[in-house]
């Protein structure tokens, strides 16, 4: 391998001999007249002028099932246009563009352009568009959805329970809980200088749509129902860059706007109620901004020692008003400390001496990383009186802006030991200090160690094992006015824990032609110190992957992928009840296999399949004896093949075929409708089951 020395070295000698080259032939030139065109590449293929292709025609859909439509975009049964393509041009000068754009037709779709000239300049574009839809088979009697404002229906009669509510059934309306996301991104680099370029980057981002939220009156009821989701998020991206020899520095601009234009929702109360609470009110999601100045650089002491590091520094702030403590006219006099929150978080991330790498010699390594990482909460800290749920004015409490400062170090060896043979090892120490949380201080040290085979071309291995120990100070909960926890209670990221983690690979090539990958990794935390709470996880993964080419015209892939995670956590309702204990078990096995072949210059088909179970059991252990909860299940069987055929050097037809079949289980929310619970209103959301078909035929005409 070449030295950065010997590739300067060689990249100057080039560079002079190219000088010498080109001055040699301007000068023949000049003297001559020469007509350069009999210096032209006969042999050598023509890339320049424009290439492409264009795929249009219909698809159908089988079924208008949302889970299906998620991220796909087709959430309606019936025809579609399938409307595809691809644009490239270039010449001999150095000018180029590309377009590229997929599905057009549907809500999902995307457009891509970028052109510009070598070395000069680019400009860049982008236009796409996301569907997400939730709540499958909700149902809802308020009317306004997608609106600040939900109301009843004139003819509601409110009750005291959902199953007293002797209009609902005949009142449910459909409602389809789904954002729709458009993204612009628009940019441009420059290079001005030798060693310089600019880059701007600008995006814009709109959502809309609803999903879904609940609220409601203490003790007594609350609803779910459709809320508005109309955001607007506006981003710029600038970095100015130089680049040398032997260093390069890096100076980043980015600023964000998020703005909600609803700031808040109210509903009619569809419970019986008190004249003063038969409408209600909550806030949404609050306007804000985010801006950050980053450097960053790296630089090659000599050959053998590089040295890169970054700094950044940045602000989010959120001024949005405050909507009064409740709408309930009682409490109209309550009076907030300020009228808006006035949040301010300045964030710094400092790597000082970032990474440092150090080749010792021939055989060894040395790394070292640094960082350190501050958010310091300048928000005002105020005494709230909230009034919950619009009834039960509080004692008052604090606001918690909490703020930290996280250090991280780490260094490492990389020892070749023999030619088959790669030894590594390292230690990592992190330091989280925090106000105003349960924990203050936390220090968590990792070994790691890892070993590389390579004994001959066909078999590649490695097995790395970590263990780390995390240590805390004392558990302190804030006295803030605010609800109190168990003083036992220990949060699974604010607690002692031993963790544990293995991962081994192992590469298999018996025949040039097949590919066995193994892989298994293995993660173990142990929470000893906590009475209460979480109290130990397991992770196991097991996977299998082989790809066998038969001939130079068939591919053929398989997979077989499990994954096994399990948790035991100890709780209890008070500071003198009984602990009950909890276990949960979640099992995923994943299946895949598949061809892609091209028959000829002609045709080209590939076929793929993928099969998912997943099960997921809770069992709680308490003095009741209580039976296990019915296990969370998803089954899913996705099998696609395309088919493609080139009729002549211009026109041809692609053929597509998908078929998903969806199978889901939840007994949280299967079987309880909107009604089920007598206290709340609910969406009477369902797992979703389902069988659909795509089917899509085009033509394809080249250019």
């Known amino acids: 391998m070449k030295t950065f020395k010997n590739i300067q070295k060689s990249t100057f000698n080039k560079f002079i001999l190219l000088s010498i080259v080109l001055a040699g032939l301007s000068s023949i030139a000049s003297a001559n007249d020469t007509d350069f065109s009999k210096w032209k590449c006969k042999l050598c293929p023509d890339y320049s002028g424009w290439t492409g292709d264009v795929a249009f025609g219909l698809g159908f859909v089988s079924e208008d099932d949302l889970r299906f439509a998620d991220f796909r975009g087709q959430d309606e049964q019936g025809l579609y246009l399938a409307i595809d393509g691809r644009a490239h041009y270039q010449d001999a000068d150095g000018y180029y563009f590309n377009l590229n754009s997929h599905n057009l037709g549907l809500d999902s779709r995307q457009l891509e352009i970028n052109g510009g000239h070598q070395g000069k300049y680019e400009y860049r574009f982008g236009w796409s568009e996301i569907s997400k839809y939730r709540g499958y088979g909700s149902?809802?009697?308020?009317?306004?959805?997608?609106?600040?404002?939900?109301?009843?229906?004139?003819?509601?009669?409110?009750?005291?329970?959902?199953d007293q509510m002797t209009q609902l059934g005949g009142l449910l309306l459909n409602t389809s809980l789904k954002t729709h996301r458009k993204i612009l991104d628009a940019g441009v680099t420059w290079k001005f200088a030798q060693n310089w370029e600019y880059r701007f980057d600008y995006q814009k981002q709109k959502k809309n749509g609803t999903r879904p939220f609940a609220a409601g009156l203490f003790f007594n009821n609350a609803s779910q129902f459709p809320v508005p989701v109309d955001f607007t998020t506006?981003?710029?991206?600038?970095?100015?860059?130089?680049?040398?020899?032997?260093?390069?520095?890096?100076?980043?601009l980015i600023g964000s706007w998020f703005d909600n234009a609803n700031n808040s929702v109210t509903w009619q109360n569809p419970f019986t109620s008190g004249a003063n609470t038969q409408t209600l009110r909550a806030a949404l999601e609050p306007d804000n901004k985010y801006y950050q100045l980053s450097v960053s650089g790296a630089f090659a002491l000599s050959p053998k020692v590089k040295l890169s590091g970054s700094a950044s520094i940045g602000e989010m702030s959120q001024d949005d008003q405050f909507i009064p403590y409740s709408i309930n006219p009682l409490f109209s006099d309550a009076q907030l400390p300020r009228t808006s929150l006035d949040a301010q978080v300045d964030t710094s991330t400092f790597n000082l001496s970032g990474k440092l790498s150090a080749r010792l010699n021939r055989k060894l390594t040395f790394t070292a990383r640094v960082k350190f990482d501050e958010r310091d909460n300048k928000t005002p800290v105020d005494l709230y009186t909230p009034v919950t749920t619009d009834l039960v004015p509080s004692a008052g409490r604090l606001?918690?802006?909490?703020?930290?400062?996280?250090?991280?170090?780490?260094?490492?060896?990389?020892?070749?030991?023999?030619?088959?043979?790669?030894?590594?090892?390292?230690?990592?120490?992190?330091?989280?200090?925090?106000?105003?949380?349960?924990?203050?201080?936390?220090?968590?040290?990792?070994?790691?160690?890892?070993?590389k085979l390579n004994p001959n071309a066909q078999v590649q291995g490695r097995i790395k094992f970590e263990d780390s120990k995390r240590d805390i100070s004392d558990y302190l909960q804030p006295d803030d006015g605010g609800s109190v926890d168990h003083p036992l209670?220990?949060?699974?990221?604010?607690?002692?824990?031993?963790?544990?983690?293995?991962?081994?690979?192992?590469?298999?090539?018996?025949?040039?032609?097949?590919?066995?990958?193994?892989?298994?990794?293995?993660?173990?935390?142990?929470?000893?110190?906590?009475?209460?709470?979480?109290?130990?996880s397991d992770e196991e993964s097991y996977t299998i992957?082989?790809?066998?080419?038969?001939?130079?015209?068939?591919?053929?892939?398989?997979?077989?992928?499990?994954?096994?995670?399990?948790?035991?956590?100890?709780?209890?309702?008070?500071?003198?009840?009984?602990?009950?204990?909890?276990?949960?078990k979640d099992s995923i096995t994943t299946a895949g296999l598949g061809l892609s072949t091209n028959l000829n210059k002609k045709v080209s088909l590939g076929l793929d399949f993928v099969s998912s179970n997943s099960k997921g059991d809770i069992s709680v252990q308490t003095d009741q004896n209580e039976a296990p909860f019915s296990p969370l299940r998803t089954n899913l069987k996705n099998a696609r093949i395309h088919f493609d055929y080139q009729v002549n050097d211009h026109w041809g037809y692609k053929l597509y075929t998908e078929y998903e079949k969806y199978y889901s289980k939840d007994w949280a929310i299967d079987g309880v409708g909107v009604d089920g619970i007598g206290s709340v209103l609910t969406l009477g959301t369902q797992s979703p089951n389902y069988s659909a078909w795509i089917f899509r035929l085009q033509a394809n005409y080249r250019f």
Not at 557 to 581: H, Q, R
């Open 545 to 584: 992957d082989l790809s066998y080419a038969v001939g130079t015209k068939i591919n053929l892939y398989a997979f077989l992928t499990e994954d096994d995670i399990d948790a035991e956590l100890v709780n209890a309702t008070g500071v003198n009840a009984i602990p009950w204990n909890a276990i949960t």
């Open 489 to 536: 209670l220990r949060k699974f990221n604010q607690a002692d824990r031993d963790r544990e983690r293995l991962q081994v690979e192992i590469n298999i090539y018996p025949i040039e032609a097949l590919g066995i990958n193994l892989s298994f990794f293995h993660a173990r935390d142990d929470y000893e110190e906590s009475q209460i709470g979480l109290q130990k």
């Open 234 to 252: 506006d981003q710029i991206d600038m970095v100015l860059s130089w680049l040398g020899k032997r260093s390069q520095v890096r100076i980043g």
């Open 399 to 451: 606001n918690r802006p909490y703020s930290y400062d996280k250090e991280k170090y780490s260094a490492d060896l990389r020892f070749r030991a023999h030619r088959v043979v790669k030894l590594s090892t390292g230690v990592k120490f992190e330091n989280l200090d925090r106000t105003l949380q349960a924990v203050e201080e936390s220090e968590e040290t990792t070994l790691w160690g890892e070993i």
């Open 139 to 162: 149902q809802t009697p308020f009317l306004g959805a997608g609106t600040d404002n939900l109301t009843l229906p004139t003819d509601w009669v409110p009750a005291v329970s959902t």
